[in-house]
């Protein structure tokens, strides 16, 4: 378990302008950041943030997910960057059965797992350089439980769980700290466009999350309650088979 005092630290943020992301902005302000980087693919959508929290706090960054050398461009933009938050996330609603299946399955990869191993091939020797810092990836309790009715959603979320546990081994060896967080329904746009404004539970709950764990450096982060209900059941296989090194021979 590695801790990171967040104090005075630069941080870039993901899909910071709505949602969970702008939430974590918020979060890690109030936290004693010193910067944050919002990563944005349409920097007006991010002006709210700098009247929320000042031009001193908040640097607005071009950034999209699909596009091959943006991640690249926006590790170049900053440079500082020791806490990268790589949460930015696509969803559509496809089961195997869908007539769009093959559509749905690729943009999600797309988004949510190229998207996110370009973002860490960029920024892991910018964190290195910085001191080792930390990768925190916004996965989510479906990446542990398929529900069909979004099925490949649910397997890029499990992709990119699968990168995020190589992750906490192969950055070790640099001093990078990483974080995998799995909410339950979250009542963002997300939540709405997967039917789950029920039950979602709010956007701040998450970021609040992702900063306690910067204080616990616990691996897993486990938001709300149904995340937690899935926690309860999952924990002795995340402390025994997950997070502990085992003979790949
Ligand atoms: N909501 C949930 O129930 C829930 C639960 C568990 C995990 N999560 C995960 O949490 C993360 C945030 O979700 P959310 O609920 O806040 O989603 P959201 O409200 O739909 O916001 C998505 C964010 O991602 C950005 N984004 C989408 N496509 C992008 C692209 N190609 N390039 C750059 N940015 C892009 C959006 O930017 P634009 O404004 O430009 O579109 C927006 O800032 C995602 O990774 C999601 O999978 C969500």
Same mark, same amino acid.
């Given at each position: ?5 967040? *104090? ?10 709505? &949602? ?22 349409? +920097? ?44 930015? &996330? ?7 059965? *869908? ?7 690729? $943009? ?24 080792? &810092? ?50 339950? +329904?979250?009542?963002? %746009?997300? &939540? ?21 764990? $910067? ?8 938001? %709300? ?25």
């Amino acid at each position: 378990m590695a801790k990171i005092d967040i *104090s005075g630290r630069t941080a870039l943020v993901t899909g910071a302008n709505r &949602g969970i992301g702008k939430e974590i902005v918020r979060a890690l302000v109030q936290g004693g950041i010193g910067k944050v980087y919002a990563a944005v693919r349409t +920097p007006a959508t991010a002006e709210v943030l700098l009247s929320e929290h000042g031009p001193d706090k908040v640097t607005v960054v071009p950034f999209d997910l699909t596009e091959e050398r943006s991640a690249e461009h926006a590790a170049a933009k900053a440079p500082d960057t020791d806490i990268l938050i790589c949460n930015a &996330g696509v969803l559509q609603t496809a089961t195997v059965f *869908s007539d769009n299946v093959f559509e749905a399955l690729r $943009f999600e990869i797309e988004g949510n797992l190229y998207g996110f191993i370009r973002l860490v091939r960029a920024f892991a020797p910018v964190l290195e350089k910085n001191g080792g &810092g930390a990768i925190v990836q916004l996965n989510s309790i479906v990446s542990m439980k398929c529900f069909p009715d979004f099925t490949t959603y649910c397997a890029s979320k499990a992709a990119s769980y699968a990168v995020t546990q190589a992750l906490k081994f192969q950055l070790a060896e640099q001093g990078t700290s990483v974080f995998s967080v799995h909410p339950g +329904p979250v009542a963002t %746009d997300m &939540g709405d466009a997967a039917g789950l404004s029920e039950v979602a539970q709010p956007p701040a709950q998450v970021a609040d999350a992702v900063v306690e764990a $910067f204080r616990t450096g616990e691996f897993h982060v486990w938001p %709300d309650q149904m995340a937690q209900q899935i926690q309860s059941a999952y924990e002795g296989f995340a402390k025994g088979v997950v997070e502990v090194e085992l003979s790949e021979g």
